[in-house]
């Protein structure tokens, strides 16, 4: 009698384990900026009656420069979120079970439209490419190819630099994770660069990658990155914004293993986390504010973990829903129902609502 009592609890424990949400879909999240200093509250209200009762379990912040650094304050943003406010956010994700994951742009992104960024704007030396100039009224596409600025990643001072700022908001937000960006990299290798010309730009690119890996190692963290500078643009056909037509694509046999790819696809929900997986990294699918789209990434990725070997099954991450606006906007727009310039739902928000109602019914 006894026996069978054990076996009836070891089957009941094992459909329980079987069905929880981290066996289905390990990574559930969010990727959006941090809020600003005043809006700090309203974020962790967010947390609290959004985020928690639908079961997200991660959290990326685009923090980039918006915090009161003390190892480099002359690259704070104004207003920057203060060490308390940051700790409001940690403990209500601490609260919920939640992992946040900070983000620091590091190699590209370092500038955008007119604008150029904190650390090449204080620190112009680190610039990849510092004979193009930044127009008045920016358009593209333009004669110089310029997207988003880079910083040279063969500079012998810029990773000093960065690698304080990554150290400290991981410490200030408690993470055993951090997200590096470094999604499309257009400027990578450049001809008049004195370090970079004539390299490999899969190389660069990949021990960039594996540079931010190993520091972020001594001290058991995790290094997340987007994946498109690691798909072949021309290859796919999915061309130089989700996917590289720069040669840095060879740079996905190159760096670490352990490295969590977010793989982001907007405009039709593309099955290249089999790619990734095949390669042996741990990925992510990461929809944006189509919610068909973001409903079939979800049940690709579940039916990917049940279709495959267990091997590959496990690096088949989850889901983690991206947002492009401020956090302001993105609450507003929730909150208020906004439908987009259609008069549809093909928002951020609508595509949040969508994915976690669908996350629910597994």
Request: with cysteine.
């Amino acid at each position: 009698m006894r026996f069978f009592f054990l076996l009836l609890v070891f089957g009941f424990s094992k459909a329980i384990a079987q069905n929880h949400p981290d066996s289905i879909l390990p990574i559930r999240g969010l990727a959006i900026a941090a809020p600003p200093s005043q809006g700090v509250d309203s974020f962790v209200t967010f947390i609290k009656n959004e985020l928690i009762p639908r079961k997200l379990n991660t959290l990326i912040l685009r923090v980039d420069f918006n915090y009161q650094y003390t190892s480099h304050p002359e690259l704070r943003d104004k207003n920057a979120l203060s060490k308390e406010e940051v700790k409001k956010m940690v403990n209500a994700c601490k609260a919920g079970g939640i992992r946040i994951i900070p983000q620091i742009n590091l190699l590209g992104h370092q500038s955008w439209a007119e604008t150029i960024y904190n650390l090449l704007r204080v620190y112009p030396q680190f610039d990849e490419t510092p004979h193009i100039k930044m127009p008045e009224k920016y358009k593209w596409p333009n004669e110089d190819g310029l997207y988003c600025k880079s910083y040279c990643p063969l500079h012998p001072d810029v990773h000093k630099i960065v690698f304080a700022l990554v150290d400290e908001i991981c410490d200030v937000f408690e993470t055993d994770a951090f997200h590096a960006g470094m999604d499309e990299v257009f400027y990578i290798g450049d001809d008049k660069c004195p370090r970079c010309k004539g390299k490999d730009k899969a190389r660069l690119f990949a021990d960039e990658v594996s540079k931010i890996r190993n520091h972020l190692f001594v001290k058991d963290r995790e290094l997340w990155i987007w994946g498109d500078r690691l798909l072949d643009g021309n290859a796919t056909g999915l061309g130089m914004w989700e996917a590289s037509t720069n040669g840095t694509h060879p740079a996905v046999d190159m760096i670490p293993g352990d490295v969590v790819i977010c793989d982001w696809h907007y405009e039709r929900p593309d099955k290249t986390a089999v790619y990734f997986s095949m390669k042996g990294l741990r990925v992510v699918t990461c929809p944006w504010r189509n919610p068909g789209h973001a409903v079939t990434q979800l049940h690709d990725i579940v039916n990917f973990r049940k279709q495959s070997t267990r091997k590959m099954r496990d690096n088949f991450h989850g889901v983690v829903q991206t947002v492009w606006s401020g956090t302001t906007p993105f609450l507003r727009g929730y909150y208020n129902d906004t439908k987009d310039a259609a008069g549809g739902e093909n928002t951020a928000w609508h595509t949040f609502k969508a994915l976690f109602a669908e996350v629910e019914k597994l």
